[in-house]
């Protein structure tokens, strides 16, 4: 598997991944990691994800904004892991791209509710595995 | 969901998790993670994994042994997050206490191989959700 093939099978296993584990630096700088919707993406550079603004990871990601994010097949395994910097977003352009159907139920304001934000995650490397294979990238 | 039940839920899904989350800190202090086998464990204090000595979770855990173990059950809206430290252990007994018939695929040396090695982790603190529901608790 060279770079290119990792690339495309990561952006496949991104593609088919509801889930994505985003990992985080806590206020003891010890790592933490929370399983969120993968909600929208742009090639591997850039992912979205809506929040809680009062949430725990919001504030970390405002302290420290070193990311990753991990995508996971276990009965395949597949794993592609993403590392780079999240931005907290709370403009209402961000708020309206990934607001959804249903929404109301979490968030009861609607898509101003100022509990409800936008986190975007912004990928320098990534790394992707298949069986013994794993091979290592830069995300331009 | 108390802490008692919390604590119980989470015991259930390691239990029934093949597979764990490592979350590391690499060099550039950006949080990593990778996929390893849940092999054994102790409550949900001490988790073992067994992995290549010249592997980059350990150069990385031998800098910084702070560590996080996530499970997940993606279907469920289940998962567990465990923050503690990680320490790397080469002595015989550990390398004998997680060995399995086959590994000789992987560590040609057999029990010996100097590229096998025990990660030991010890968690101090947990977070477990189920929906939106979610409890964090310390871990004695």
């Given at each position: 598997m060279n770079k290119e093939e990792a690339i495309k099978e990561g952006l496949k296993l991104a593609g088919e991944s509801r889930n994505a584990i985003?990992?985080?630096?806590?206020?003891?700088?010890?790592?933490?990691?929370?399983?969120?919707?993968?909600?929208e993406s742009e090639g591997l550079k850039t992912i979205w994800f809506g929040t809680n603004t009062s949430s725990k990871r919001?504030?970390?990601?405002?302290?420290?904004?070193?990311?990753?994010?991990?995508?996971?097949?276990?009965?395949?395994?597949?794993g592609l892991m993403l590392v780079g910097d999240m931005e907290v977003l709370e403009?209402?352009?961000?708020?309206?791209?990934l607001w959804r159907?249903?929404?109301?139920?979490?968030?009861?304001?609607g898509v101003t509710d100022p509990?409800?934000?936008?986190?975007?995650?912004?990928?320098?490397?990534?790394?992707?595995?298949?069986?013994?294979?794993?091979v290592s990238f830069e995300i331009e």
């Open positions: 985003v990992g985080s630096i806590g206020e003891d700088a010890y790592p933490n990691q929370k399983c969120m919707f993968n909600m919001v504030a970390q990601f405002r302290k420290n904004p070193k990311a990753s994010v991990y995508f996971v097949d276990f009965d395949g395994f597949r403009d209402l352009e961000s708020k309206k791209r159907e249903g929404y109301e139920m979490y968030y009861p304001q509990d409800y934000c936008v986190l975007r995650f912004t990928a320098k490397s990534g790394n992707f595995y298949h069986g013994l294979e794993n």
